[in-house]
């Protein structure tokens, strides 16, 4: 679903066989909340969506450590930068605090077989690119100076509010494009900073030809997509509350330096809800990957979890909602190893082509969840059930395999001659036989099964 033109689209990769993704990264002043992976995942479903299909995906993700002014409800924390803050809180020096929550950010991400980026370009690291934007928009006249600040002019973007519907008129003074006031210079109240000027602030500033000073949030992600993906990049993603004002900011940014529209598809996730409200910092409702292990759950239950609710829907996640993808997960990775004992078929080709069309046909994952619900029990050879989920697996990344070759659990004493002659006495059309063998393992506290391809057995 293309949020600016509110509608679902076809992606047709700029250039052909490779598509371009450009994800909205995590701000490394804290660890990230399972409501932040949701929508890490989201990246991470379209990228496989594409890849399963034969294209190439190029992903950048970038790592915002610095320059994020607002806390996580939007609100402007008076000037005051969030990762400073928590550097302070720490009493450490804020780019240490910043590479320790980066490595989480992607000890999480691996946690929840996301796979990685080909670049997480850093903030600080590109200070020197995002001043040669802003000195091109300076010299467009899409930007002017105010004592060592630059400012975008928001009315010098036509068709500003494209993504968000929020007209320039109708946003009010003093609650701006970036919730800042206007008591700081700027002619109109909607335009926002893509430079700030130092001002008593020491630590994370950089010379600049307006003097030092730091980059504005949004200009991050118009340097760094444009300078490492190009002047046309095919899928932009990031959470629900970024269509405004980050989004629409960095697309007023990018299109007026380049002076065509650079991103084709601007793709949103709906927030993630715990027990019924948004999941915040802010709300103190966080749940974290390691609350998940600690609790015992796979951290892959919350992936399938996430993949019951489609994501431009809010997702209420709760404790019995990840319970209940545990065990989902654990049933069919056991299922999994059994029928791996039987001869592999060939995949089931109505099945997987209505999997393809679910997640082809703008993610629609709480579907192809239900598909493999019925897939699972329906009336198809063990060896075709297996081959079929093995390779949805492509697109789901639940580690269905993790359980094949293993060495199962072991056969009670004695157990494993009765099961041999069990199978001679099938084999030999002797059921009476068969059926006393039954009891006789059952009482051993083995559960036999008889399939098209033979018996199969579990520990009861
Ligand atoms: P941040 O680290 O605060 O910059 O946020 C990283 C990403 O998480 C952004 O794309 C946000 O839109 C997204 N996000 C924040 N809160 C939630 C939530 N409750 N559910 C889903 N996504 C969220
Ligand atoms: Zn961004």
């Not at 630059?150 to 008129?169: C, K, M, P, W």
Request: glycine share 8%.
């Amino acid at each position: 679903m293309d949020t600016r033109t509110r509608q679902v689209e076809e992606i047709q990769p700029g250039t052909p066989g490779l598509l371009t993704v450009y994800a909205c990264g995590p701000t490394v002043y804290r660890y990230a909340h399972v409501g932040n992976l949701r929508t890490f995942l989201l990246t991470d479903l379209i990228r496989r969506t594409a890849e399963q299909s034969g294209l190439r995906v190029k992903l950048v993700q970038n790592i915002t450590d610095v320059g994020h002014l607002q806390d996580d409800s939007g609100i402007d924390l008076g000037g005051e930068d969030k990762l400073l803050a928590q550097a302070r809180a720490e009493n450490k020096d804020p780019f240490v605090v910043a590479r320790f929550y980066e490595d989480a950010f992607h000890a999480d991400l691996a946690a929840l077989n996301v796979r990685p980026a080909d670049a997480y370009p850093r903030a600080s690291e590109w200070i020197e690119s995002m001043i040669a934007l802003i000195s091109r928009l300076l010299e467009q006249g899409n930007a002017y100076e105010v004592d060592g600040s630059v400012y975008f002019a928001a009315q010098s973007f036509d068709t500003y509010g494209a993504i968000s519907g929020n007209r320039l008129e109708d946003l009010r003074a003093g609650h701006g494009a970036t919730g800042e006031s206007t008591a700081e210079g700027k002619r109109f109240h909607a335009d926002w900073a893509l430079w700030k000027a130092a001002g008593a602030q020491r630590e994370m500033t950089w010379e600049s030809p307006w003097g030092y000073g730091f980059p504005g949030w949004h200009t991050e992600c118009s340097a760094m997509s444009v300078e490492l993906l190009g002047e046309r990049i095919d899928v932009h993603t990031g959470g629900i509350d970024l269509r405004f004002p980050h989004h629409e900011d960095e697309r007023a940014q990018s299109d007026s330096a380049v002076g065509h529209e650079v991103v084709k598809h601007w793709v949103h996730g709906e927030h993630l809800l715990f027990e019924g409200r948004k999941m915040a910092k802010s709300t103190g409702n966080v749940v974290l990957v390691s609350d998940v292990v600690q609790r015992g759950y796979d951290p892959l239950a919350l992936r399938l979890a996430f993949l019951q609710t489609r994501y431009r829907q809010q997702a209420n996640l709760s404790w019995a909602a990840i319970e209940g993808a545990d065990r989902l997960l654990a049933r069919w990775r056991g299922l999994l190893a059994e029928w791996a004992e039987q001869p592999s078929k060939p995949m089931c080709a109505e099945v997987s082509a209505d999997f393809q069309e679910a997640f082809e046909n703008d993610l629609d994952t709480p579907r192809a969840v239900q598909l493999l619900r019925r897939l699972e029990k329906a009336e198809l050879p063990d060896g075709s059930k297996l081959e079929t989920f093995l390779w949805t697996d492509g697109y789901l990344g639940l580690d269905l395999a993790r359980e094949i070759g293993k060495p199962r659990a072991e056969v009670p004493a004695g157990a494993q001659a009765l099961l041999d002659e069990r199978a001679a006495a099938r084999a030999a059309k002797d059921f009476d036989a068969s059926d006393r063998l039954r009891d006789e393992l059952a009482a051993v506290g083995v559960v036999v099964k008889d399939t098209k391809d033979g018996q199969t057995w579990s520990l009861g």
